[in-house]
């Protein structure tokens, strides 16, 4: 069975500018939530989503947006970017996010210039 | 409010000598904790679900264990390959989302 998969692994963008990033979870997984890690906040919970729709979201500005479509792939969005948006973004699918575990995607590195 | 700690920040041990790591919780209701080992770069990788106080898992050289405020990591004769940073969650029955501990980095020297 394939994992979490992430696109794109590496990405370097220059203030103001605006990003997306990818996620398909693995096969049967209808629950994706998405992480931003970085080496001084460690694991902060982005939003989470399921059968297309935000169930619950964290203490993020509303710069930080995703979706979800039907085939539970999920894009993740953050517009007019700041240096403290320099990142590894996580994205984790779970089979219905009711006690299972998170099994987490390779992550994507963002660099803000 | 849920919340996680570890401790310790990070450690360091020669091969072959046995520790423990620890996780701390608060939350309302507990519906699982969660153990993560994560490598420079990498996404996190699964490795236990624990859900009632009393419960033990077990994986090749390690093993965890649950109560009711605190969960231990035990790290039996470890080997360079496990060092990496050790990631604990928790979900509560009253949160859809998961809270995670800062982690504990762990270095095993040859």
């Known amino acids: 069975k394939a994992g979490v998969t992430q696109t794109p692994r590496y990405l370097i963008k220059t203030r103001g500018q605006q990003v997306t990033l990818s996620c398909s979870p693995i096969s049967g997984h209808r629950s994706v939530s998405w992480y931003q890690q970085t080496p001084g906040q460690g694991l902060q919970f982005l939003f989470e989503y399921f059968s297309e729709t935000q169930r619950n979201k964290g203490n993020f500005p509303g710069r930080f947006s995703g979706r979800q479509f039907s085939n539970s792939r999920s894009e993740m969005n953050v517009s007019t970017l700041e240096l403290g948006d320099s990142a590894l973004y996580l994205c984790a699918s779970s089979l219905e996010n009711q006690g299972t575990g998170q099994f987490f995607g390779p992550g994507t590195r963002l660099t803000v210039l | 409010e849920d919340q996680v700690t570890q401790s310790p920040e990070a450690l360091r041990l020669q091969e072959g000598e046995s520790s423990s790591l620890n996780c701390s919780y608060t939350?309302?209701?507990?519906?699982?904790l969660f153990w993560y080992r994560q490598d420079p770069g990498k996404g996190p990788e699964f490795l236990f679900t624990l859900y009632s106080a009393g419960e033990e898992k077990e994986k090749e050289r390690l093993k965890a264990t649950l109560t009711k405020k605190e969960s231990f990591l035990h790290i039996t004769a470890p080997k360079p390959e496990d060092s990496a940073t050790y990631l604990c969650?928790?979900?509560?029955?009253?949160?859809?989302?998961?809270?995670f501990g800062p982690g504990t980095r762990l270095s095993v020297l040859p």
């Open positions: 969650a928790v979900q509560g029955n009253y949160g859809q989302n998961f809270v």
């Open positions: 939350v309302s209701g507990l519906r699982g």
